[in-house]
Nanobody, 119 residues
Framework: QVQLVESGGGLAGLGESLRLSCVLS????????MGWYRQAPGKQRELVAH???????NIVDIVKGRFTISRDGTGNTIYLQMDNLRPEDTAVYYC?????????????WGQGTRVTVSQ
């Protein structure tokens, strides 16, 4: 089984920075990539950024230039560096990992970490 644990959320002011971390434990065999999603109040969960096993990075346009995704040497910890935060970045941020077996994708989720950005 795969477990994901996020940390690093909290309260930030306009223009400030936060860094989220996500540690994967359990069986990492078959993991194709990891990433970050967020869900703002009253909205659907949306992709923020992800990094594939071979290092390909995708960051959505609304945070591009402000957020950076990276990982450690083991590949089992990923980070989301969030700079120049805006109130619209307020959301619960979820770590995600996915596997693909027999053309079937399985997603794993962390419990989420809350980010609140004030004016």
């Amino acid at each position: 089984q795969v477990q994901l644990v996020e940390s690093g959320g909290g309260l930030a002011g306009l223009g400030e920075s936060l860094r989220l971390s996500c540690v994967l434990s359990g069986s990492s065999l078959g993991i194709r990539g990891m990433g970050w999603y967020r869900q703002a109040p009253g909205k659907q969960r949306e992709l923020v950024a992800h990094i594939s096993k071979d290092g390909q990075i995708n960051i959505v346009d609304i945070v591009k230039g402000r957020f950076t995704i990276s990982r450690d040497g083991t590949g089992n910890t990923i980070y989301l560096q969030m700079d120049n935060l805006r109130p619209e970045d307020t959301a619960v941020y979820y770590c995600n990992a996915w596997t693909i077996t027999d053309s079937r994708t399985t997603d794993y989720w962390g419990q989420g970490t809350r980010v609140t950005v004030s004016q």
